[in-house]
């Protein structure tokens, strides 16, 4: 059985790096099965997908348009975790941010970082 | 960007009622290799969503026989054949289609 459990900063000030990660057990992030969703949620924006890595073969690694030019994911087979990076932040990158398990369905998701961008 | 847009935003339901929420994508969601990728989550309060329904229809593990999902193309009905106190939440409709993934804006509903 999957769990996820992601750890970071809750307080991010604004223009720098928020980074977190989601550290997964019962599986294996490199598995040709599995794959690590990152998504937000905020009122003004609701549930968010922001990009995703998942290993067939090799590494395919995503990211949503909007976040595009800011994010970076980050898988670790060493520490079987896969990290978010998103880079010079603002106040509406306040959010509650998830990873998620899985390429077409999600399930399960992690217990949800509440990030703060605030100086 | 495939649009989700999901009705009524609100509901408040007696239990023992049934309840019915409908999501609409801008485009289809059937994909060439005959499977439609719509999604159900349920987030109940204070937690992280949870799967509810696979491509369209399919009850994830553990999910009561009393949620059915149903649809095609770009129309698409979560139904909750009795409802429950412990259904309280917020049901969010998704598609895998194609990147990126979205969400409908949630429908959340409560126990008269």
């Known amino acids: 059985q999957v769990q996820l459990q992601q750890s970071g900063p809750g307080l991010v000030k604004p223009s720098q790096t928020l980074s977190l990660t989601c550290t997964i057990s019962?599986?294996?992030?490199?598995?040709?099965?599995?794959?690590c969703n990152w998504i937000r949620q905020s009122p003004s924006r609701g549930l968010e997908w922001l990009g995703r890595?998942?290993?067939?073969?090799?590494?395919?690694?995503h990211y949503a348009e909007s976040v595009k030019s800011r994010i970076t994911i980050n898988p670790d087979t060493s520490k079987n975790q896969v990290s978010l990076q998103l880079n010079s932040v603002i106040p509406e990158d306040t959010a509650v941010y998830y990873c998620?398990?899985?390429?077409?369905?999600?399930?399960?998701w992690g217990q949800g970082t509440l990030v703060t961008v605030s100086s | 960007d495939i649009l989700m847009t999901q009705t009524p935003l609100s509901m408040s339901v007696t239990p023992g009622q049934p309840a019915s929420i409908s999501c609409k994508s801008s485009q289809s969601l059937l994909q060439s290799d005959g499977k439609t990728h719509l999604y159900w989550y349920v987030q109940k309060p204070g937690q992280s969503p949870q799967l509810l329904i696979s491509e369209v229809s399919n009850r994830f593990s553990g999910v009561p026989d009393r949620f059915s999902g149903s649809g095609s193309g770009t129309d698409f009905t979560l139904e909750i054949s009795r409802v429950e106190a412990e259904d309280v939440g917020i049901y969010y409709c998704m598609h895998t289609m194609q990147l990126p993934y979205t969400f409908g804006q949630g429908t959340k509903l409560d126990i008269k």
């Open positions: 998620a398990w899985g390429i077409n369905w999600f399930d399960p």
């Open positions: 019962g599986d294996t992030i490199s598995s040709n099965s599995g794959g």
């Open positions: 890595a998942f290993y067939r073969s090799q590494w395919h690694i």
